[in-house]
């Protein structure tokens, strides 16, 4: 099933999409994690590797926040690290616990935490003054 | 729960063969690397909500035995990271279906080329740190006190 | 050759919990299956011992077990397979995982039956005949796409492999998921809309994580993980 012929024989057929929670979720984690795979190892190889742990201060925190390319790239990283491990957490959750209506409460604390997390951390980021610590 | 311990111990009998494996070692990695992440997240959110805590939690980071587990964590990104491509790419790619076994042993192989040398980096930057706080007359194995970071508070 | 053979038993009328039959075989040849052993035991030395077989030639699906701790089925399973020496084999026989255990090595299949059934596994095309009353019309590439899937025996060893369908029996599983494919991507059938449907529901395709037991335990040899994922794309794309 390789060469060009074939797939100009091959019938295809199209048809309506019906998404729900579960298709979204799957293409959310997919998606989410090559942006990671960007960001969160980039963030792991900054912060451990090219800088020594040594000089990880909160000095070292305000001098990379002073300037709004890395307070970005954090507040992103966050936007896709949470979702993309809370729906991880969620699926492992789904898998072993089978009662219906505790899925259910599950489900929405994870939710309310994502959202909460989310908010929080980024008005932390965006509202952090690096003047202070200098 | 009995049924949850059964499913556990039955998972990590079953003989499968690499993609069993490498199934594991996603799920466990992410685990740790969800419980480091939501502690991380709302810890470095005090940058700005309570900077003296924030700032002592800079420096309890710094304790030989908590900064193993940084490397730890390290580990968990690699692996969780490689691996989450080679899934998604086995998913949009059926077609590829006969690599998949390689694969999963490429990704083994690619997470300890880039681990081993970092994990040898950051070890080595504990060991400096301690050895420096000692010959300061101080020592690496103490937690600094919460009051030594009130200049933070805002 | 010898072997030794460790077999999962459980008798509910007597039997608080299951327990480890312990059999040793004389005059074993490398060529005999895991069945033929089995047999054996049965035949000379316990006759209590419950299983299911039929063919015993790997097309009725009947007797896939887990066989040192990897799902096969026992009538296509070498002894020579299952060890390197070739005096003595140590052998390992348990139920499939994820179904409960009736007596011994039969587990309730009506589950995984269930599962079967909930995908439409029938030809549906509610169309006119052709003109000549005859065949409906196929190329022989379109006919290819799909003809990995027709191989299934539903001997379940492929859905009794998979960690998700262990943690929870609700999610269909990959032979239930691999009969729909079968279906879906038949040009002639006009049931695709109903079968994405329930494959794409909550406890369909999108609880495979690609872990690929499945493919390695199916004895037809079907790619199982790649059908899998060949629906995950359609429910992505919207074309099959």
């Known amino acids: ?134 | 729960m009995s049924s949850l311990i059964l499913t556990i111990r039955e998972s990590l009998r079953y003989r499968g063969r690499s993609g069993h494996v490498s199934w594991m070692a996603h799920r466990v990695s992410g685990i740790a690397i969800l419980t480091f992440l939501v502690i991380h997240v709302w810890d470095t959110a005090n940058a700005h909500f309570w900077p003296q805590a924030y700032a002592w939690s800079v420096a309890f980071f710094k304790y030989p035995l908590v900064a193993v587990g940084e490397l730890v964590i390290m580990a968990a990104v690699l692996y969780h990271a490689f691996n989450g491509i080679r899934i998604t790419i086995l998913d949009f790619k059926p077609e590829w279906w006969m690599h998949q076994q390689r694969s999963a042993t490429i990704v083994w192989a690619i997470f300890l080329v880039l681990f081993i040398p970092i994990a040898i980096y950051m070890f080595s930057g504990i060991v400096g740190h301690c050895s420096e706080l000692a010959a300061h007359g101080s020592t690496c194995w103490q937690i600094p006190p919460f009051s030594d970071f009130a200049k933070y508070a805002n | 050759m010898k072997v030794d053979l460790r077999v999962r038993r459980f008798n509910p009328e007597k039997d608080q919990k299951p327990w480890w039959g312990e059999y040793t075989l004389e005059k074993v040849r490398a060529t005999d299956t895991v069945l033929d052993l089995l047999h054996r035991i049965k035949w000379e030395q316990d006759g209590t011992l419950t299983l299911r077989r039929s063919c015993a030639h790997g097309v009725c699906g009947s007797d896939a077990l887990r066989i040192n701790g990897a799902n096969m089925l026992a009538c296509k399973t070498l002894v020579t397979r299952l060890t390197k020496d070739n005096n003595y084999a140590r052998i390992q026989v348990e139920p499939i995982l994820g179904m409960q255990i009736i007596k011994d090595l039969v587990v309730d299949m009506e589950p995984f039956f269930d599962h079967y059934r909930s995908v439409m596994p029938y030809f549906v095309n509610d169309n006119p005949l052709p003109a000549n009353g005859r065949e409906r019309l196929q190329s022989q590439e379109d006919r290819a796409r799909f003809d990995d899937t027709t191989k299934c025996i539903l001997c379940a060893a492929c859905t009794s492999s998979c960690p998700s369908f262990w943690a929870n029996e609700k999610y269909i599983g990959p032979a239930a998921i691999v009969q729909a494919h079968r279906f879906i991507f038949d040009t002639r059938d006009e049931a695709f809309e109903e079968r994405l449907e329930v494959v794409g529901d909550t406890f369909g395709v999108w609880r495979c994580r690609t872990n690929f037991n499945c493919s390695n335990a199916c004895p037809r040899e079907i790619e199982v993980t790649r059908a899998i994922a060949e629906v995950k794309m359609a429910l992505t794309t919207g074309k099959i």
């Open chain 1, 1 to 134: 099933m390789a060469a060009a012929t074939s797939s100009q024989k091959i019938t295809v057929r199209k048809f309506q999409v019906h998404s729900n929670f579960e298709r979204f979720a799957y293409l959310f984690m997919r998606m989410s994690g090559v942006g990671l795979l960007i960001l969160a190892v980039g963030h792991m190889l900054i912060q451990h590797v090219l800088n020594s742990s040594a000089n990880l201060t909160i000095e070292f925190v305000a001098a990379q926040w002073n300037s709004w390319g890395w307070k970005v790239y954090d507040i992103l990283l966050l936007w896709l690290a949470i979702p993309h491990g809370i729906n991880g957490l969620r699926n492992i959750l789904e898998d072993y616990i089978h009662n219906p209506t505790t899925v259910k409460l599950i489900n929405r604390l994870l939710a309310l935490f994502v959202v909460a997390t989310v908010i929080w951390a980024t008005i932390g980021m965006a509202l952090f003054d690096a003047s202070k610590f200098q």
